[in-house]
């Protein structure tokens, strides 16, 4: 007995540490000159909690426990060299394998322990599996959706709140009747399946460039998921770690509902995918200017200083690469260039960044929204490629805009803007980008990628 | 009653603890954040691990197995995509000793 004791609490002390180690691996993520630090400290931790784990006196079976491990590697080492421009995908999926091993564990706990769970301990569990269930197709929709295996445009429907926060309503109610009687074993697939439905819907009305928001706030889901699953196996490892990521999450779905000019509220409750409902008005052909890759190249190696602004058009065109020989030819001829990230720029918080670090721009020149807006009255070329709404100064000065509001990058207040475009087609919200009428704006029309890779051909050339 | 509320105890300073460290995350980093934050949820694989190690009952060994899997592969993954994307970072500074 003193043995089992003593195994007992080495476990503890393990669990301890493994907790102090994920909070300074999260600490260390605040600085790219630390970050890599950080995740060595939570690999150490994870390892030290594993480990001590196995030593668990009440394990019997090792072999299913073994060859689980092995299987989960072996889908993991893959899922870990996905392309760059996939990760958004790669990490909508993550989301819904945490969330199933969640919902699996907080119905078999529920099973093993049925009729008699404490008051207390049926509320959390529910909320586990009902958390756990609803992000585990929520986040599979995501993914499918980023994946470009389910259509990216969103899906409405009249009455479709009504429909989702009646899914939700049931759900909860069920999870009341369980809490007051816990011995309804009939009752408890429902708060399994009916918050799997619950999942889908939630994400049927969510388009592409929602998909920032969607995915911090599935990232909260999960680690309240987590969090919970710690206070039914009273694993206070677990609830520091559901805890750390669920804040992680909703920090970053408020720093992007911010960013997309949404209310709090808003991000909560899930209501994405209306903004693109606005104003798609007559159209009207207006004049603007063009310019060929030798007239811009030539206004570009003039420049002392270049901003270049990249939207989530630059990856569809993989041409971060191209964008990377542009930012070495410019910098050669003593241009100073630097990039304008803006904070919903890309499919995941953060994408851009990783997508120009991957093409070896260095990350000093990468400037978020903040730090560059004040640059652009000295800037003497703002050069736009595949970003759009971001940058329309409607968002500033008219209030019939659906964006009004939002913040932007002021690329209008640079010298000169050059905007590589396809073609004059709005973006993704519908909405006429007034940046493309003003005199200073010239159009580069072509595919991002050929036309980056023009201009670095004639700054080498001239 | 008093694990309950040691729990709770621990799930709000957490969060602020959570809240506090995370704020200052440069936006530069905040992808592999969130790679880094899901592997580290992966823990949850300790609760899938006694579930399927005790055995109590044939559905939650399955379960248990299933979970480990799920939550192992986010572990493994999560860790080698993070450690991945923060190799790509570099300063065109030199670097400090």
């Known amino acids: 007995m003193t043995d089992a004791f003593s195994t007992d609490r080495i476990i503890e002390y393990a669990y301890l540490i493994s907790a102090a180690l994920f909070i300074l691996s999260l600490k260390w993520m605040s600085s790219p000159s630390t970050a890599r630090r950080g995740v060595w400290a939570g690999e150490a931790g994870m390892l030290i909690a594993v480990t001590a784990t196995l030593l668990h006196h009440g394990i019997v079976d090792y072999s299913t426990i073994a060859i689980a491990l092995v299987l989960g590697a072996i889908i993991g080492v893959p899922l870990g060299r996905v392309q760059m421009t996939a990760v958004p995908q790669r990490t909508a999926l993550s989301h819904a394998f945490g969330a199933l091993c969640v919902a699996l564990v907080g119905t078999a706990e529920y099973y093993l322990r049925a009729p008699r769970v404490p008051t207390f301990m049926m509320a959390v569990l529910s909320m586990e599996v009902i958390l756990g269930s609803l992000t585990f197709t929520g986040s599979l929709m995501a993914a499918g959706k980023l994946q470009e295996i389910l259509p990216q445009r969103p899906i409405t429907y009249k009455g479709q709140n009504l429909v989702n926060l009646s899914l939700l309503a049931i759900s909860l109610a069920v999870a009341v009747l369980l809490v007051i009687d816990p011995g309804h074993t009939r009752l408890f697939p429902l708060i399994i399946a009916i918050p799997l439905v619950f999942g889908v819907m939630m994400i049927v009305p969510i388009g592409g460039a929602d998909m920032p928001t969607v995915i911090s706030l599935l990232n909260a889901y999960a680690g309240l998921s987590a969090a919970a699953m710690g206070f039914v196996l009273s694993s206070k490892l677990l609830i520091v770690a559901g805890a750390l990521d669920g804040s992680s999450g909703f920090i970053l779905s408020v720093i992007m509902s911010k960013a997309m000019n949404r209310s709090f509220t808003n991000v909560l409750f899930g209501a994405f995918g209306q903004v693109q409902a606005a104003a798609v008005g007559a159209k009207e052909a207006r004049p603007v200017r063009s310019a060929t890759a030798e007239e811009a190249a030539a206004i570009l190696g003039a420049a002392s200083t270049v901003v270049i602004v990249p939207g989530y058009g630059m990856a569809v065109a993989q041409a971060q690469h191209k964008v990377r020989e542009l930012f070495d030819a410019l910098t050669k001829r003593g241009v100073d260039v630097k990039f304008a990230i803006h904070p919903v720029a890309g499919r995941m918080p953060g994408h851009m960044n990783v997508l120009l670090a991957e093409a070896d721009i260095p990350y000093d020149k990468l400037l978020d929204m903040d730090a560059i807006n004040t640059d652009f009255p000295q800037t003497d070329v703002a050069l736009v490629i595949g970003a759009n709404d971001v940058t329309n100064p409607a968002a500033r000065t008219d209030r019939a805009s659906p964006i009004y509001g939002m913040p932007i990058l002021d690329v209008d207040k640079s010298k000169t803007v050059m905007v590589i475009k396809r073609g004059m087609s709005p973006g993704f919200a519908g909405i006429d980008n007034e940046l493309y009428y003003l005199n200073k704006t010239l159009m580069l029309f072509g595919d991002a990628r050929a036309f980056v890779g023009d201009l670095v051909r004639e700054l080498a050339g001239g | ?97």
């Open chain 2, 1 to 97: 009653m008093n694990d309950i509320v040691a729990s709770l105890y621990i799930f709000v300073l957490a969060a602020f603890l959570g809240f506090e460290v995370i704020r200052r995350v440069s936006p530069l980093l905040h992808t592999p954040l969130m790679s880094l934050t899901n592997a580290l949820d992966a823990i949850a694989v300790v609760g899938a691990i006694i579930l399927a190690g005790e055995h109590k009952s044939g559905l939650a060994a399955i379960l248990g197995g299933i979970a480990i899997v799920a939550s192992t592969s986010n572990l493994v993954g999560g860790f080698i995509i993070t450690d991945r994307m923060l190799k790509m970072f570099k300063s065109s500074k030199p670097r400090k000793p």
